[in-house]
């Protein structure tokens, strides 16, 4: 067919084009939320089965190395000014084998879903944080509100059962773990920005998850329990499952995904993923795992995701 309107056929237009790109982004936004909601239970299950420090190294080392190898077979050079080496390693270890470390330990100790939603929560506001510490971004009143927001919602979530002895010590010192693990990842995240300015996305990506990977790897086998013998691989199939969800969907597709949707919406508005995933971590353990909210918790999360979304949302 011609298409012609005379006929009752009538060609796409502008409007039909952005519907249509529009629901493609709403499409890959909830594959991004659902792919990140459920990466922790992923990593929940492999810390369990094997050393954190070494199920990280091996998949963040993994990464780093497919991406550079994507690269090369796409005939693209890597372009890293010998200045910004040491930065670009001082990422790779804050983003990757710093957070990886503190975050795995405690999530050790706390679960799957309260872990997604202290990340999610504080990571935004830390962010935040630092950017105005190294004077990236000015501060507002509305970002103190947040940051005490955040700040309340840590204590109501873990204050009562402090308080009356019932928070043991093991599981708030892996809800620190997951605290530190974000702090340092938001740090490393800022400090890559400058980065930005005169290396790819992607060639940061790279050479920062082989680091960090890298520096994952050494530390396992030096000091981790066990690592040499995790090493030979019988993990077993929930841990290799797991393992290689991480690392496709999890640090490969997801992490492109994020990237498009940063493109298409900016920044801020493909944050929102913040919102969403700990929601979606929260009830996949209560499925899986039979893992339980009392109110003094939700509450608390409700407060954190109130911060985040003071930071993330505009006014």
Same mark, same amino acid.
């Given at each position: 067919?011609?298409?012609?309107?005379a006929?009752?056929?009538?060609l796409?237009?502008?409007?039909t084009?952005?519907?249509?790109?529009?629901?493609?982004?709403?499409?890959?936004?909830?594959?991004?939320c659902?792919v990140?909601?459920?990466?922790?239970?992923?990593?929940?299950?492999?810390?369990?089965?094997?050393?954190?420090?070494?199920?990280?190294?091996?998949?963040?080392?993994?990464?780093?190395l497919?991406?550079?190898?994507?690269?090369?077979?796409?005939?693209?050079?890597?372009?890293?000014?010998?200045? *910004?080496? !040491?930065? $670009?390693? @001082?990422? #790779?270890? &804050?983003?990757?084998?710093?957070?990886?470390?503190?975050? %795995?330990? /405690?999530?050790?100790?706390?679960?799957?879903?309260?872990?997604?939603?202290?990340?999610?929560?504080?990571?935004?506001?830390?962010?935040?944080?630092?950017?105005?510490?190294?004077?990236?971004?000015?501060?507002?009143?509305?970002?103190?509100?947040a940051?005490?927001?955040?700040?309340?919602?840590?204590l109501?979530?873990?204050?009562?059962?402090?308080?009356?002895?019932?928070?043991?010590?093991?599981?708030?010192?892996?809800?620190?773990?997951?605290?530190?693990?974000?702090?340092?990842?938001?740090?490393?995240?800022?400090?890559?920005?400058?980065?930005?300015?005169?290396?790819?996305?992607?060639?940061?990506?790279?050479?920062?998850?082989? *680091?960090? !990977?890298? $520096?994952? @790897?050494? #530390?396992? &086998?030096?000091?981790?329990?066990?690592?040499?013998?995790? %090493?030979? /691989?019988?993990?077993g199939?929930?841990?290799?499952?797991?393992?290689?969800?991480?690392?496709?969907p999890?640090?490969?597709?997801?992490?492109?995904?994020?990237?498009?949707?940063?493109?298409?919406?900016?920044?801020?508005?493909?944050?929102?993923?913040?919102?969403?995933?700990?929601?979606?971590?929260?009830?996949?353990?209560?499925?899986?795992?039979?893992?339980?909210?009392?109110?003094?918790?939700?509450?608390?999360?409700?407060?954190?995701?109130g911060?985040?979304?003071?930071?993330?949302?505009?006014?």
């Amino acid at each position: 067919m011609s298409g012609n309107p005379a006929r009752g056929w009538k060609l796409p237009g502008p409007d039909t084009v952005r519907l249509s790109a529009l629901d493609r982004q709403r499409l890959l936004f909830v594959v991004l939320c659902l792919v990140w909601g459920t990466t922790w239970l992923a990593l929940k299950v492999g810390v369990t089965a094997v050393p954190p420090a070494l199920f990280a190294g091996t998949r963040w080392t993994t990464a780093g190395l497919a991406l550079l190898a994507i690269r090369r077979w796409r005939r693209q050079r890597i372009r890293l000014p010998r200045r *910004a080496l !040491g930065r $670009a390693a @001082l990422v #790779g270890v &804050l983003m990757v084998a710093c957070n990886a470390v503190l975050m %795995l330990y /405690g999530l050790r100790f706390v679960s799957s879903g309260l872990a997604a939603v202290i990340s999610s929560a504080l990571t935004p506001i830390a962010l935040l944080g630092f950017s105005v510490a190294l004077r990236h971004e000015a501060f507002r009143p509305r970002q103190l509100a947040a940051i005490g927001l955040g700040v309340l919602g840590i204590l109501v979530l873990f204050g009562p059962a402090a308080s009356a002895g019932r928070l043991a010590p093991r599981e708030a010192l892996g809800a620190l773990g997951v605290i530190a693990g974000c702090l340092c990842y938001s740090l490393g995240s800022v400090l890559a920005r400058p980065l930005m300015r005169s290396v790819a996305p992607a060639d940061v990506a790279a050479l920062s998850n082989l *680091a960090g !990977g890298a $520096a994952l @790897l050494a #530390g396992s &086998l030096a000091f981790e329990p066990g690592s040499w013998h995790a %090493l030979g /691989g019988h993990w077993g199939l929930a841990a290799w499952s797991a393992w290689l969800f991480l690392l496709l969907p999890g640090s490969l597709g997801a992490t492109i995904i994020y990237l498009i949707l940063v493109r298409d919406w900016g920044a801020s508005r493909a944050g929102t993923y913040a919102f969403v995933s700990p929601v979606v971590a929260v009830f996949l353990g209560m499925a899986v795992n039979g893992e339980q909210v009392d109110p003094s918790g939700a509450l608390g999360m409700v407060l954190m995701l109130g911060a985040a979304a003071l930071v993330l949302l505009r006014g």
